[in-house]
C-alpha cells in the first residue's frame, strides 16, 4: 500500500511511520520542517528510515501545490493521512491568519490533487478543540461545534466541512479524527507533559494556568496509532470519530504525577488561564470502538513512566527541545 503522510516528520507522523513499516508498507513522508519547534527534532524522529527501501522523504509544503501535483502523478496513492497543521491554540490567537492559510488552503490543496488523480481515500487529523467550551460530557460527535474559541479551533471545524464537502461531490472516503491531547515518546516540546517534565528535570518551577482544576483526556501515542492503522482499511464514507482515552485527569494531578514518576520535586507557579484555552476535554468513543474497533490500553501513569523514560534515555537535559 501507498501512504502519502503529510507532517509525517512529526511527532505523530513519526510514531505511525514506524508501525506502517514494520508492516510492509510503502510511505511518502512530506514535511516541511518549519521553525514553529527546532526541526531538528523532526529530522531526529525519521533518522532511522532515511536507508529504507520503502521510505521516501520529501521536504516541502502542503501550500506548494505544484509539488503536490507532482507528487501525486509520480506515485499511484491508496490513502492520504493528513496530519499537517499548524497546531497549537495559543499561537493561532496571535497569529490567525497564518493558521488559516496552512491549515485550510493546504488541506484544500490535498484534496484538489486526489480529485485530479482519482484518489479517494484520506485520514485527517482533526482535535477535540473543535469542542470549545461544551459543558456537555464526555464530548459527543454529534455534539454541535458551531462555537470555536480559538481560530486553530475553527480551522479544524472548516476542514472538517470541507472534507464533507468532497466526500458529498466527488464520493471521497474521508474520516476525520478528533485527537484528544496526545502524548508520548517524541511529543512537541511545547505541549503541556513535555514542558513540565523539561522545567522539573531543568530545576525550574512548573507553570500552570488556572488553579489546576482544569482537565485534559490525554491520550497515549500508541493507541492514537492504533486508532488510526484500524481506520486505514475501515475508511469508506464520511465520518467524525473521537479518538481519545476517555478517562480525564486535573492539571493538578497531572503535575503530582510527573514529580512522583520522576522521582523529583519542584515548585508550581500558577498563572491565569490563556484566551482559547478550554477548562476540559472528555471523550466519548463509542463510536469509535463500534466503527474501528478502538481501544485506548494506556493509563495515565503507564503513558508518563513510558514518557520519561524516553526523556531520561534521549534527552538528558532537554537542550534539543527548547
Known amino acids: ?185 517524541r511529543q512537541r516540546p511545547e505541549m503541556a507533559i513535555h514542558k513540565f517534565t523539561r522545567q522539573i528535570y531543568s530545576g525550574q518551577n512548573i507553570t500552570v494556568f488556572g488553579d489546576g482544576s482544569s482537565s485534559r483526556d490525554y491520550t497515549y501515542i500508541d493507541d492514537i496509532v492504533n486508532g488510526l492503522l484500524n481506520c486505514i482499511d475501515r475508511v469508506n464514507s464520511y465520518e467524525i470519530i473521537n479518538l481519545g482515552n476517555s478517562n480525564p485527569t486535573k492539571l493538578i494531578e497531572l503535575v503530582k504525577l510527573i514529580q512522583n514518576i520522576s522521582g523529583r520535586k519542584s515548585g508550581i507557579t500558577k498563572e491565569e488561564m490563556k484566551p482559547g484555552d478550554v477548562f476540559t476535554t472528555f471523550a466519548d468513543i463509542k463510536k469509535a470502538k463500534k466503527i474501528i474497533a478502538f481501544k485506548p490500553e494506556t493509563s495515565i501513569e503507564d503513558g508518563l513512566q513510558k514518557f520519561i523514560s524516553w526523556y531520561e534515555e534521549n534527552l538528558k537535559d532537554g537542550k534539543l527541545y527548547e
Not at 536507508?51 to 502542503?62: S, V
Request: with cysteine; charged share 20%.
Open 1 to 185: 500500500m501507498n501512504i502519502l503522510i503529510t507532517g509525517g516528520a512529526g511527532f505523530i507522523g513519526s510514531n505511525l511511520t514506524d508501525r506502517l513499516l514494520e508492516n510492509g508498507s510503502r510511505i511518502l513522508c512530506l514535511d516541511n520542517f518549519n521553525d514553529f519547534y527546532n526541526p531538528h527534532i523532526k529530522e531526529n524522529n525519521i533518522r532511522h528510515h532515511l536507508e529504507n527501501k520503502n521510505f521516501t522523504l520529501i521536504k516541502g509544503d502542503i501550500l506548494d501545490r505544484n509539488l503536490l501535483l507532482d507528487i501525486f502523478s509520480r506515485n499511484n496513492i491508496d490513502i492520504v493521512i493528513h496530519l499537517a497543521a499548524m497546531a497549537g491554540v495559543r499561537p493561532s490567537i496571535e497569529n490567525p491568519l497564518l493558521y488559516e492559510k496552512v491549515n485550510i488552503e493546504g488541506t484544500i490543496n490535498l484534496l484538489e490533487c486526489m480529485k485530479t488523480h482519482k484518489a479517494r481515500k484520506m485520514l485527517f487529523a482533526s482535535s477535540s478543540s473543535v469542542y470549545g467550551g461544551n459543558k456537555k460530557v464526555p464530548f459527543s460527535e454529534t455534539d454541535s461545534v458551531d462555537r470555536p474559541i480559538s481560530p486553530y479551533a475553527a480551522t479544524k471545524k472548516a476542514c472538517e466541512l470541507l472534507c464533507y464537502n468532497y466526500h458529498h461531490l466527488y464520493s471521497f472516503d474521508i474520516f476525520c479524527l478528533r485527537f484528544f491531547t496526545v502524548y508520548g515518546p
